[in-house]
């Protein structure tokens, strides 16, 4: 019986020894992951979404600026249409001018 305790208390503190080791090495990679993965990842990650607002920003000005030129446009389509009709006019009114002098001349 006086062997079997020194050889009991001699693997306990093996084991112990392995459990201390154990979490250290624990520890290493536990702290390797969170420097060394975690925090250069998460700094990215806000980088990313620093460079995405900035994309979103300059979309939507990209949007008011297709939007005004949208607007003038429309804007030049109207007054070509009222130019056209006006010229329309001014032709048929020259046409009837131009009958009205060949029917003045047709008379002399």
Avoid: C, D, I, N
Wanted: zero cysteines.
């Amino acid at each position: 019986m006086l062997e079997s305790e020194p050889v009991a208390e001699r693997s306990g503190a093996k084991l112990s020894w392995m459990l201390v080791v154990a979490s250290l090495l624990f520890l290493v990679l536990l702290l390797y992951v969170m420097f060394v993965g975690y925090l250069p990842a998460k700094q990215r990650m806000a980088g990313l979404e620093r460079e995405l607002r900035q994309l979103y920003r300059h979309e939507a000005e990209l949007q008011l600026k297709l939007q005004a030129q949208e607007q003038g446009q429309t804007q030049r389509e109207r007054q070509l249409a009222t130019l056209a009709a006006e010229r329309a006019a001014l032709a048929r009114r020259v046409e009837a001018l131009e009958r009205e002098l060949a029917a003045a001349r047709g008379r002399r």
